[in-house]
């Protein structure tokens, strides 16, 4: 919340309202599974005005699968290394500010990128994705 300017967000029902709202799975961008409360996407696929650097501690959400962050422009520039580590699925950063992606040499749990309009500074290494099944680079912009 906090390293993602989340008192700027143009939606932030839910967080750091704990009164109104203890159950996180009802917060904003927030999808829990059934019965067990793990979060499993966060989706904030609309300009939601976040910025600053997405938190190294996100990737240490076991049950995270899904990761949706379009259209966000202040949201980078780089991407922690331990997105490399997480069990994430599904990833959208399209339209946001990211220019470094790092180097993962053995992230099997992604199956699809999507980095529309994306600005890099070099291609991402897609190598060590070895279960990766859809990739969307439409409209990148490549750096350098």
């Keep these: 919340y906090y390293d993602t300017g989340g008192f700027s967000w143009n939606d932030a029902t839910g967080w750091l309202d704990y009164t109104n709202y203890p159950d996180y799975c009802t917060w904003k961008g927030i999808t829990c599974e059934d019965y067990t409360d793990h979060v499993t996407t966060i989706n904030f696929m609309e300009s939601n005005n976040m910025w600053g650097n997405l938190p190294p501690t996100l990737f240490n959400l076991p049950y995270l699968t899904t990761l ?22 599904n990833l ?14 053995n992230w099997v749990t992604i199956k699809n990128i999507k980095f529309n309009q994306a600005r890099f500074t070099h291609v ?21």
Aim: hydrophobic share 35%; proline share 9%; glycine share 8%.
């Design 92 to 105: 959208d950063l399209s339209v946001t500010s990211h220019n470094s992606f790092p180097n993962c040499t």
């Design 124 to 144: 991402p290494h897609l190598l060590g994705m070895p279960n990766l099944e859809d990739v969307d680079f439409s409209q990148m912009y490549i750096a350098g």
């Design 68 to 89: 949706y962050l379009t259209l966000n422009m202040g949201l980078g520039p780089s991407i922690p290394q331990e997105i490399c580590s997480s069990k994430i699925v």
